[in-house]
């Protein structure tokens, strides 16, 4: 029961996490190395941050701020849309972007 939560694995770092998302996006969208090294650097800095939301609340920096993580999401998300043409963008946020949650809550259910 200890690990049902958490899965038992170990936390992927920024740079695993924005390669895998990197990585898909190139496979489905053929981006040219400039937009892939934009993209590349909008995630990288939506999960340093993320990270660091993560283990000020961890070190008793109070519970979920859901406020502030819906604004680094909308912060990633704008840098998207400058990068990304509308269409890719669209397909993004509907296709890929749920298929690459976490999928922990299914489990518990």
């Known amino acids: ?3 049902a939560q958490g899965g038992g694995g ?3 770092t920024p740079e695993e996490r ?3 998302v990197v990585d ?16 590349q650097t909008a995630f990288m800095d939506y999960y ?11 070190n ?13 999401m909308d912060d990633r998300d704008e840098k998207l849309k400058k990068t990304l043409t509308a269409d890719q963008f669209k ?3 509907e296709e890929i972007e749920p ?5 922990r809550r299914q489990q518990q259910q």
Do not use: C, I
């Open 10 to 12: 170990q936390r992927r």
């Open 60 to 72: 008793g920096g109070g519970g979920f701020d859901r406020t502030a993580f819906q604004k680094l």
């Open 24 to 39: 898909t996006l190139n496979t489905v969208f053929h981006l040219d190395n400039a937009v892939s090294g934009q993209v």
């Open 48 to 58: 340093k941050e993320q990270d660091k939301m993560r283990e000020s609340m961890q």
């Open 18 to 20: 924005t390669k895998r």
């Open 1 to 3: 029961m200890a690990n």
């Open 91 to 93: 397909k993004y946020k």
């Open 99 to 103: 298929a690459l949650m976490p999928r």
